[in-house]
Structure formats: structure tokens, C-alpha cells
């Protein structure tokens, strides 16, 4: 894959190659049987499989469980009062994110209102000044129509 004078070819290792040693089958007649009672097993067993091996290994005592303890009554009444007091701590945390929501939408509809009066002024703002600019609106001689409504002729 590499020629053999590239700069970055890999360098020539000796490989050492082990085989696995053979273990010769176990003799089952050379291995006594221990019988086996069900109430205790003795410190060194072995067992012959199907096949004729013999498999020899230490007894292990099973695991024995814990004995359970009985388990103090509660009375209803305990129940109930813790039930009522979980209850009434959903209740009062539900309320104060009622509250919570209230106060902010209010603080939403406020900030609403003052925007849109201030939109709204700024184009009243924007009439005002620029009506006096464009040459097709009407202008009022507001001395003249004082004088008409009052009858003042001159």
C-alpha cells in the first residue's frame, strides 16, 4: 500500500503470535460425586452435566430476604388532614397565579392604552401641523364668523 521509501510509511514491526494451550477433558470417573441433600449444600460441589463434564465449585448460600415489618396503622383521620392540607396548598398556589395573571394582563392592557394614546396623538400631532401647509383645506376667519353669528354687520 505505502512504497517502501515514503516519509510516512508505517515502520516494520515483529509480530509475535500466540496460540492457546489445549486443556485436556476432565476424566468424570476421576472426580467423585458428592451426593447432595436439599437442606444444605456442602462447602465444595460437583455436578456432572449431560454431556460428562464435571463442574466443581463452591456453595453459596442463597440470599435470605429481610423480614418484613408490619406497617403502623394511620388512622382516617390522620389521611384526611393530610389530604385537606395538600389540597389547600393547591388552592392557595392556583390563586396566586390567578393573581399573578391578573396583574399582569391589567399591566398588558395599561401599556396598550398608553401606546394607542400615544399613536393617536402623534397623529393628531401630524394633522395639525402639516394642515396648515396644504392649500386644499378650508380655512375660518374666526373673526369674521364671530361677527356673522352675533349679528355684527359691518
Known amino acids: 500500500m505505502y512504497p517502501e521509501n515514503a516519509p510516512h510509511a508505517p515502520?516494520?514491526?515483529?509480530?509475535?503470535?500466540?496460540?492457546?494451550?489445549?486443556?485436556?477433558?476432565?476424566d468424570p470417573v476421576a472426580a467423585p460425586l458428592v451426593p447432595m441433600h436439599?437442606?444444605?449444600?456442602?462447602?465444595?460441589?460437583?455436578?456432572?452435566?449431560p454431556d460428562g463434564r464435571v463442574v466443581t465449585g463452591y456453595a453459596i448460600e442463597p440470599?435470605?430476604?429481610?423480614?418484613?415489618t408490619a406497617k403502623p396503622a394511620v388512622s382516617r383521620?390522620?389521611?384526611?388532614?393530610?389530604l385537606g392540607g395538600v389540597?389547600?396548598?393547591?388552592v392557595c398556589g392556583g390563586l396566586l397565579l390567578l393573581t399573578t395573571f391578573i396583574a399582569a394582563l391589567t399591566a398588558l392592557i395599561t401599556q396598550l392604552i398608553i401606546l394607542a394614546a400615544v399613536i393617536f396623538g402623534g397623529?393628531?400631532?401630524?394633522?395639525?401641523?402639516?394642515?396648515?401647509?396644504?392649500?386644499?383645506?378650508?380655512t375660518v376667519n374666526i373673526r369674521r364668523?364671530?361677527?356673522?353669528r352675533n349679528h355684527f354687520h359691518s
Do not use: D, Y
Request: proline share 11%; charged share 10%; aromatic share 4%.
Open 38 to 49: 436439599l437442606g444444605a449444600l456442602p462447602t465444595v460441589a460437583s455436578v456432572v452435566l
Open 77 to 82: 383521620a390522620a389521611v384526611n388532614v393530610a
Open 11 to 26: 515502520a516494520v514491526r515483529s509480530v509475535e503470535v500466540h496460540h492457546p494451550t489445549p486443556i485436556p477433558p476432565a
Open 145 to 148: 364668523a364671530v361677527i356673522k
Open 63 to 68: 440470599a435470605k430476604p429481610e423480614p418484613v
Open 87 to 90: 389540597g389547600f396548598l393547591a
Open 123 to 138: 397623529w393628531i400631532a401630524v394633522q395639525v401641523f402639516t394642515a396648515s401647509g396644504h392649500k386644499g383645506s378650508t
